[in-house]
């Protein structure tokens, strides 16, 4: 059963109709991150994570491309695909965990750490990448960290969950995290996801890692409190992977409730259950129906990435493409 969120049929069919006509007449593709509301997705050419839209983006022949999510992926699709008009429905969609770092913030911590190695997580504004060596996603930024020559210090930035996962999974103790997170993976606890594993022993648990309790999983998963064989930190294309070919009659999924739409598509024989089903992102949820469509309409809001910025942060994104490019996921 599909979550579609609709007033009534006719103005949902009236609406979609409207927006696909008006897609075609601009030469425009949409782009929807899984966490958008349900029917943003279902009205996208595509819908993923941040990394394989940018990815998308770069490679379609349209000509405009329309980012329903937050501000720092139409950035990041401005930097991959510069010759493209790149438009977000609602330029107000920030991201409390990219707010968590600006450049002159980083370019401090790099002055008490001359020589490191900065290693930033996707999610994060233009001019902090265009000041970092390397990007990373969920899914490789295990692989990134440990490709760094070991006697090279790491600043690892901006999330502080994803930090620690990454150095639990490397044993590196020359890595420096900044403490950031996201207000809403930060929010879902360890407590809440033992009560709720003890309470559903069949489900399978998908957890995200930047969530407050990924790092808590592993741990309890080592333990023994949580189920070690029913446990998995995936990023959120990894956990579609794994939608299509579990065996679970339930899952317990610790991320942004939008994610649960694309995994209900993905496998609709499995009960998909949020850890915490107040787990909503609000800045992914302001592109509305009426703001995608006035988007389409007036061709607002252009993103734009100064060119010198643009290219220093491509060279950091470009070297994250180039590691472990078929498994390329993020948030
Ligand atoms: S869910 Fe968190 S990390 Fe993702 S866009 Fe929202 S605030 Fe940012």
């Keep these: 059963m599909l979550a579609r969120v609709k007033d009534d049929d006719s103005s949902y069919d009236e609406w979609h109709a409207e927006v696909r006509r008006l897609t075609n007449e601009r030469d425009a593709i949409i782009l929807a991150h899984n966490y958008q509301r349900p029917e943003i997705q279902d009205v996208a050419d595509h819908v993923g994570d941040s990394l394989a839209l940018s990815r998308i983006a770069a490679q379609s022949s349209a000509t405009t491309i329309v980012f329903a999510g937050v501000y720092f992926?139409?950035?990041?699709?401005?930097?991959?695909?510069?010759?493209?008009?790149?438009l977000i429905p609602e330029a107000g969609a920030g991201c409390s965990l990219a707010d968590s770092i600006d450049a002159a913030q980083l370019r401090s911590w790099k002055a008490e750490h001359p020589g490191a190695v900065v290693v930033a997580y996707v999610n994060t504004s233009a001019d902090v990448k265009a000041e970092s060596d390397l990007c990373c996603t969920s899914a490789n930024a295990v692989e990134i960290v440990a490709g760094v020559p070991v006697d090279r210090e790491i600043l690892f930035l901006p999330d502080q969950f994803l930090g620690a996962h990454v150095q639990r999974a490397t044993k590196r103790q020359n890595m420096h995290i900044w403490?950031?997170?996201?207000?809403?993976?930060?929010?879902?606890?360890?407590?809440?996801?033992?009560?709720?594993?003890?309470?559903?022993p069949e489900s399978e648990l998908f957890v995200h890692p930047e969530c407050g309790c990924a790092t808590a999983a592993l741990w309890l998963s080592g333990t023994g409190?949580?189920?070690?064989e029913r446990t998995h930190v995936l990023s959120t294309g990894a956990m579609l992977e794994r939608a299509r070919t579990t065996r679970a009659p339930s899952v317990l999924v610790a991320t942004e409730t939008g994610m649960l739409h694309q995994l209900r598509r993905a496998n609709p024989s499995v009960r998909w259950e949020a850890v915490n089903p107040r787990a909503e992102c609000v800045y992914m949820k302001m592109t509305t129906r009426d703001v995608l469509l006035t988007c389409l309409r007036e061709g607002t809001t252009e993103v734009n990435v100064d060119p010198?910025?643009?290219?220093?942060?491509?060279?950091?994104?470009?070297?994250?493409?180039?590691?472990?490019?078929?498994?390329?996921v993020g948030e």
């Design 73 to 86: 992926m139409a950035e990041t699709a401005k930097i991959l695909a510069p010759d493209k008009t790149v």
């Design 179 to 200: 403490m950031g997170e996201c207000h809403v993976h930060a929010g879902i606890s360890p407590q809440e996801l033992r009560e709720k594993a003890e309470a559903s």
């Design 225 to 228: 409190d949580l189920p070690a």
């Design 308 to 328: 010198t910025v643009a290219s220093r942060a491509r060279r950091a994104v470009d070297a994250m493409i180039a590691v472990g490019t078929s498994s390329m």
